[in-house]
Protein backbone atom coordinates (compact mmCIF):
# COMPACT_ATOMS: atom_id res chain seq x y z
CA UNK A 1 0.00 0.00 0.00
CA UNK A 2 1.21 3.29 -0.57
CA UNK A 3 2.11 5.61 2.12
CA UNK A 4 3.25 9.42 2.06
CA UNK A 5 5.48 10.60 5.09
CA UNK A 6 5.83 14.23 5.82
CA UNK A 7 8.37 14.78 8.07
CA UNK A 8 7.95 18.65 9.24
CA UNK A 9 4.47 18.94 11.55
CA UNK A 10 5.14 22.39 11.87
CA UNK A 11 7.39 25.10 10.16
CA UNK A 12 7.75 28.60 11.10
CA UNK A 13 9.32 31.00 9.05
CA UNK A 14 10.48 34.59 9.01
CA UNK A 15 8.92 36.94 5.67
CA UNK A 16 12.04 36.17 3.14
CA UNK A 17 13.42 33.09 4.42
CA UNK A 18 13.82 29.80 2.24
CA UNK A 19 11.29 27.13 2.61
CA UNK A 20 11.70 23.44 2.39
CA UNK A 21 9.18 20.89 3.28
CA UNK A 22 10.24 17.11 2.88
CA UNK A 23 8.13 14.29 1.55
CA UNK A 24 8.71 10.72 1.25
CA UNK A 25 6.74 8.46 -0.32
CA UNK A 26 6.33 4.64 -0.35
CA UNK A 27 5.31 2.94 -3.71
CA UNK A 28 6.64 0.22 -5.81
CA UNK A 29 5.19 0.96 -9.35
CA UNK A 30 4.88 4.52 -11.46
CA UNK A 31 3.75 7.03 -8.97
CA UNK A 32 2.27 10.41 -9.95
CA UNK A 33 2.87 12.80 -6.96
CA UNK A 34 1.11 16.06 -6.29
CA UNK A 35 1.37 19.09 -3.65
CA UNK A 36 -1.32 20.72 -2.17
CA UNK A 37 -1.99 24.02 -0.03
CA UNK A 38 -5.04 24.69 1.93
CA UNK A 39 -5.21 27.94 3.48
CA UNK A 40 -6.90 28.72 6.81
CA UNK A 41 -10.37 27.97 6.46
CA UNK A 42 -10.46 26.93 2.70
CA UNK A 43 -10.53 23.65 0.65
CA UNK A 44 -7.59 21.90 -1.03
CA UNK A 45 -5.82 23.30 -4.03
CA UNK A 46 -2.95 22.24 -6.34
CA UNK A 47 -0.07 23.95 -5.94
CA UNK A 48 2.11 21.80 -8.51
CA UNK A 49 2.42 17.67 -9.86
CA UNK A 50 4.66 15.46 -11.72
CA UNK A 51 3.40 12.60 -13.84
CA UNK A 52 6.90 11.98 -15.50
CA UNK A 53 9.65 14.02 -17.43
CA UNK A 54 11.90 17.05 -15.52
CA UNK A 55 11.80 16.05 -12.14
CA UNK A 56 11.74 19.77 -11.31
CA UNK A 57 8.16 20.56 -11.78
CA UNK A 58 7.15 24.41 -11.30
CA UNK A 59 4.03 25.00 -9.59
CA UNK A 60 2.00 28.36 -9.06
CA UNK A 61 2.66 31.18 -6.49
CA UNK A 62 6.02 30.50 -6.62
CA UNK A 63 6.50 27.04 -5.52
CA UNK A 64 8.49 24.04 -6.99
CA UNK A 65 9.48 20.58 -6.40
CA UNK A 66 12.15 18.08 -6.79
CA UNK A 67 11.24 14.42 -7.47
CA UNK A 68 14.28 12.41 -6.58
CA UNK A 69 13.52 8.80 -7.67
CA UNK A 70 16.41 7.04 -5.59
CA UNK A 71 15.56 8.45 -2.52
CA UNK A 72 11.54 8.37 -2.54
CA UNK A 73 11.12 12.19 -2.20
CA UNK A 74 9.24 15.16 -3.66
CA UNK A 75 10.48 17.96 -1.43
CA UNK A 76 8.41 21.32 -1.84
CA UNK A 77 10.62 24.32 -2.03
CA UNK A 78 9.96 28.24 -2.39
CA UNK A 79 13.41 31.17 -2.21
CA UNK A 80 11.19 33.51 -0.59
CA UNK A 81 8.21 33.14 1.65
CA UNK A 82 5.38 35.56 2.18
CA UNK A 83 2.88 36.07 4.88
CA UNK A 84 0.18 34.88 2.58
CA UNK A 85 1.80 31.44 2.35
CA UNK A 86 0.72 30.76 5.75
CA UNK A 87 -1.49 27.42 5.58
CA UNK A 88 -1.44 23.49 5.27
CA UNK A 89 0.77 21.85 2.93
CA UNK A 90 -0.21 18.26 1.82
CA UNK A 91 2.13 15.80 -0.13
CA UNK A 92 0.18 13.43 -2.00
CA UNK A 93 0.55 10.23 -4.63
CA UNK A 94 -1.96 8.22 -6.51
CA UNK A 95 -4.03 6.37 -6.52
CA UNK A 96 -7.13 7.10 -4.92
CA UNK A 97 -4.83 10.45 -3.68
CA UNK A 98 -3.29 9.11 -0.56
CA UNK A 99 -2.25 12.31 1.38
CA UNK A 100 0.54 12.61 3.93
CA UNK A 101 -0.37 14.22 7.57
CA UNK A 102 0.10 17.91 6.26
CA UNK A 103 2.92 20.77 7.67
CA UNK A 104 1.25 23.84 8.63
CA UNK A 105 3.39 26.97 7.69
CA UNK A 106 3.78 30.31 9.82
CA UNK A 107 5.04 32.79 8.04
CA UNK A 108 5.84 36.04 10.28
CA UNK A 109 6.48 39.56 9.48
CA UNK B 1 -17.94 26.59 -14.74
CA UNK B 2 -18.91 25.94 -11.36
CA UNK B 3 -16.12 23.77 -8.67
CA UNK B 4 -16.69 20.96 -6.77
CA UNK B 5 -20.21 22.10 -4.58
CA UNK B 6 -20.41 20.38 -1.24
CA UNK B 7 -23.37 21.33 0.63
CA UNK B 8 -23.88 21.54 3.65
CA UNK B 9 -20.90 23.81 4.58
CA UNK B 10 -21.56 23.09 8.31
CA UNK B 11 -23.83 20.90 10.30
CA UNK B 12 -24.48 20.12 13.31
CA UNK B 13 -26.06 16.95 14.77
CA UNK B 14 -26.88 15.90 18.08
CA UNK B 15 -25.48 11.89 18.94
CA UNK B 16 -27.68 9.41 17.13
CA UNK B 17 -29.05 11.33 14.26
CA UNK B 18 -28.13 11.06 10.67
CA UNK B 19 -25.66 13.13 8.79
CA UNK B 20 -26.17 13.31 5.04
CA UNK B 21 -23.34 15.35 3.47
CA UNK B 22 -23.97 16.16 -0.20
CA UNK B 23 -21.28 16.50 -3.61
CA UNK B 24 -21.97 18.00 -6.82
CA UNK B 25 -18.78 17.05 -9.08
CA UNK B 26 -17.39 19.38 -11.39
CA UNK B 27 -19.41 19.51 -15.09
CA UNK B 28 -18.09 16.56 -16.93
CA UNK B 29 -16.11 14.64 -14.01
CA UNK B 30 -17.95 11.34 -13.13
CA UNK B 31 -15.41 10.33 -10.79
CA UNK B 32 -15.93 11.18 -7.16
CA UNK B 33 -13.90 10.53 -4.12
CA UNK B 34 -14.81 11.41 0.07
CA UNK B 35 -11.74 12.25 1.93
CA UNK B 36 -12.58 13.15 6.13
CA UNK B 37 -9.89 15.02 7.64
CA UNK B 38 -9.26 15.74 11.58
CA UNK B 39 -7.36 17.58 13.06
CA UNK B 40 -3.75 16.64 13.22
CA UNK B 41 -4.23 13.57 10.78
CA UNK B 42 -4.21 15.14 7.29
CA UNK B 43 -6.95 14.03 4.95
CA UNK B 44 -7.55 10.12 5.25
CA UNK B 45 -9.75 8.50 2.05
CA UNK B 46 -12.74 6.85 2.53
CA UNK B 47 -14.30 5.94 -0.83
CA UNK B 48 -13.92 6.43 -4.50
CA UNK B 49 -16.77 6.27 -6.47
CA UNK B 50 -18.27 6.76 -9.94
CA UNK B 51 -21.87 6.78 -11.11
CA UNK B 52 -23.80 4.09 -9.70
CA UNK B 53 -20.90 2.25 -8.93
CA UNK B 54 -18.22 1.98 -5.56
CA UNK B 55 -14.98 1.70 -6.91
CA UNK B 56 -12.93 1.68 -3.69
CA UNK B 57 -14.56 1.42 -0.05
CA UNK B 58 -11.49 0.02 1.53
CA UNK B 59 -10.98 3.72 3.79
CA UNK B 60 -14.97 3.53 5.09
CA UNK B 61 -15.40 2.36 8.31
CA UNK B 62 -17.38 -1.20 8.36
CA UNK B 63 -20.61 -0.06 10.35
CA UNK B 64 -22.79 3.18 10.32
CA UNK B 65 -21.26 5.00 6.66
CA UNK B 66 -22.57 4.44 3.51
CA UNK B 67 -22.01 6.18 0.10
CA UNK B 68 -23.78 6.76 -3.30
CA UNK B 69 -23.28 8.24 -6.94
CA UNK B 70 -26.54 7.92 -8.94
CA UNK B 71 -27.31 7.80 -12.22
CA UNK B 72 -29.12 11.62 -11.50
CA UNK B 73 -27.90 13.78 -8.43
CA UNK B 74 -25.52 14.62 -6.50
CA UNK B 75 -23.10 11.94 -4.65
CA UNK B 76 -23.98 11.32 -0.62
CA UNK B 77 -22.30 10.52 2.09
CA UNK B 78 -24.30 9.41 4.61
CA UNK B 79 -23.16 8.27 8.33
CA UNK B 80 -26.14 7.09 10.54
CA UNK B 81 -26.04 7.54 14.53
CA UNK B 82 -23.29 9.71 14.31
CA UNK B 83 -21.06 9.86 17.58
CA UNK B 84 -18.36 12.83 18.57
CA UNK B 85 -15.38 11.08 16.86
CA UNK B 86 -17.63 11.49 13.71
CA UNK B 87 -17.03 15.01 13.59
CA UNK B 88 -14.70 16.17 11.25
CA UNK B 89 -14.14 18.12 7.76
CA UNK B 90 -15.26 15.52 5.03
CA UNK B 91 -14.31 16.81 1.32
CA UNK B 92 -15.24 15.46 -1.54
CA UNK B 93 -13.29 15.56 -4.85
CA UNK B 94 -14.05 14.65 -8.21
CA UNK B 95 -12.17 14.07 -11.50
CA UNK B 96 -12.88 13.17 -15.38
CA UNK B 97 -12.24 9.96 -16.36
CA UNK B 98 -9.61 9.93 -18.22
CA UNK B 99 -7.61 12.00 -15.50
CA UNK B 100 -8.46 10.04 -12.53
CA UNK B 101 -4.20 9.57 -11.97
CA UNK B 102 -3.92 13.62 -12.75
CA UNK B 103 -5.15 15.06 -9.24
CA UNK B 104 -8.27 16.03 -8.09
CA UNK B 105 -10.16 19.19 -7.73
CA UNK B 106 -11.51 19.39 -4.22
CA UNK B 107 -15.01 21.04 -2.96
CA UNK B 108 -15.31 23.46 0.54
CA UNK B 109 -16.18 20.52 2.58
CA UNK B 110 -18.68 20.08 4.91
CA UNK B 111 -17.63 20.82 8.68
CA UNK B 112 -19.88 18.50 11.07
CA UNK B 113 -20.02 18.85 14.48
CA UNK B 114 -21.60 16.14 16.50
CA UNK B 115 -22.96 17.50 20.41
Known amino acids: AQSVSQHNHHVILSEAASLELGCNYSYGGTVNLFWYVQYPGQHLQLLLKYFSGDPLVKGIKGFEAEFIKSKFSFNLRKPSVQWSDTAEYFCAVTTPLVFGKGTRLSVIA | NAGVMQNPRHLVRRRGQEARLRCSPM?????VYWYRQLPEEGLKFMVY????????ESGMPKERFSAEFPKEGPSILRIQQVVRGDSAAYFC?????????????FGSGTRLTVV
Open chain 2, 93 to 105: ASSPPSAANYGYT
Open chain 2, 27 to 31: KGHSH
Open chain 2, 49 to 56: LQKENIID
